[in-house]
């Protein structure tokens, strides 16, 4: 069960921890960008997608080395793009780590799914937020530079 709700603790704790230096009302954003309330709502259920995903395959025992690895890389890639985008304002260096981000998480999802395919099938809202967040970041950068 911990495994199932793991992204979604560590998750709330970086965004507690950055919560004082988010600036997103002060940006200038993209005509798509979502108002600020969407996004905690949008990664507790995504995170919750990502835990259920690796907790069904963990119950059947199914999860590799390499599956582990890109696992948990891809959520240490996730929480620091946080500190990256928000803590320390490095717009272009934020921009370059979500597009490595959503490389793994398309591995991941890609990798979930040839071991337990419902598990690859819950990470495609992860793959489609991300891909979203990309355009975001991408936008804000050049809007603000």
């Known amino acids: 069960m911990i495994h199932a709700i793991l992204p979604l603790?560590?998750?709330s704790v970086v965004g507690f921890i950055t919560s004082g230096y988010m600036d997103y009302n002060d940006l200038i954003k993209p005509t798509l960008s979502p108002p600020g309330f969407v996004f905690p709502i949008a990664w507790t259920i995504i995170y919750l997608l990502i835990g259920i995903s690796y907790m069904l395959l963990k119950e059947k025992?199914?999860?590799s080395k390499e599956t582990k690895q890109l696992y948990y890389g891809q959520?240490?890639?996730n929480y620091?793009?946080?500190f990256l985008f928000f803590v320390f304002e490095l717009r272009l260096l934020s921009?370059?780590?979500i597009i490595i981000l959503d490389g793994l998480v398309i591995?991941?999802?890609y990798q979930f799914y040839k071991q337990n395919k419902l598990s690859g099938y819950l990470?495609?809202?992860y793959?489609?937020?991300l891909i979203f967040a990309t355009y975001l970041n991408i936008s804000i950068y050049f809007l603000n530079n």
């Open 127 to 129: 793959v489609l937020w």
């Open 61 to 63: 025992g199914e999860v």
């Open 123 to 125: 990470l495609i809202p």
């Open 9 to 11: 603790i560590i998750g």
């Open 80 to 82: 620091l793009w946080t």
């Open 107 to 109: 591995c991941m999802t």
């Open 75 to 77: 959520l240490i890639f």
């Open 95 to 97: 921009v370059l780590w």
